[in-house]
């Protein structure tokens, strides 16, 4: 009997240790994320416990080309990275329940009236599709940004190293090559800085021409089906 309860006993403390373990370590990950301003995708926390800060933070696509792909805007259309060649695009991927993803939109739509000259495209791709494109929709707006809105499909986050973390950026050159690669919310300027590298990069190509179209009501710009 004695046996019995000291067993019970052993393996209720080992309960509670493991409680608060993982309770110790999700602090430390939600810790860590407020510090880098990045806010962690839900159910991918224990990637981070589980690297190491350099492991975590290192970079896994820079240099490489950045991978294809084809997507819907929130009215149907289709929008392919291809449809993009031979100009710079920062490809970032953001959800409507990201607080520093709203912080940065305003800054890229900025942006990509600023350097429009230079062949600048920026395409927001949302993760969290299970929202519904009306809140997607209601956040791009309130947001201001009228570059291109995509749809994700799980697919392409898989292709780009897999998400834990949000906001994250791949800043691709006119080759199709990512020259920059962010996670988190980062200073206005290094935004403007990267955007400028990845101009420079690759080369000068002449812009293909362009039109105008609507997604979820709000105007971008698109290449047109003879620009391709």
């Not at 000259?117 to 929202?131: N, S």
């Not at 199709?176 to 290094?190: C, F, I, N, R, S």
Request: charged letters at 20%; one cysteine or more.
């Amino acid at each position: 009997m004695v046996l019995v309860v000291a067993m019970m006993v052993v393996g209720i403390s080992l309960m509670l240790w493991a409680g608060w373990h993982n309770l110790r370590e999700r602090k430390l990950a939600m810790q860590k994320a407020q510090e880098s301003k990045i806010e962690l995708i839900p159910g991918k926390a224990g990637s981070m416990d589980q690297s190491s800060g350099s492991e975590a933070e290192a970079p896994k696509m820079e240099g490489k080309i950045a991978p294809a792909f084809t997507l819907t805007t929130l009215d149907g259309k289709k929008v392919s990275l291809a449809d993009f060649k031979g100009r710079p695009v920062l490809v970032n991927f953001w959800a409507t329940w990201c607080g520093p993803c709203k912080i940065e939109m305003p800054w890229f739509e900025q942006f990509h009236k600023q350097y429009a000259a230079q062949g600048l495209e920026i395409l927001g791709l949302a993760d969290d599709v299970d929202a519904g494109k009306d809140a997607i929709a209601k956040v791009a707006t309130k947001t201001g940004v009228t570059y291109p809105i995509l749809l994700t499909d799980g697919n392409v986050q898989k292709a780009y190293g897999g998400l834990d973390v949000l906001p994250m950026s791949f800043y691709v050159d006119r080759n199709g090559v990512v020259v920059v690669e962010t996670a988190g919310l980062g200073p206005k300027d290094d935004i403007e800085a990267n955007i400028k590298k990845t101009i420079a990069s690759g080369g000068s190509a002449s812009l293909p021409v362009s039109g105008n179209v609507q997604v979820a009501g709000v105007g971008v710009t698109a290449v047109t089906a003879g620009a391709r």
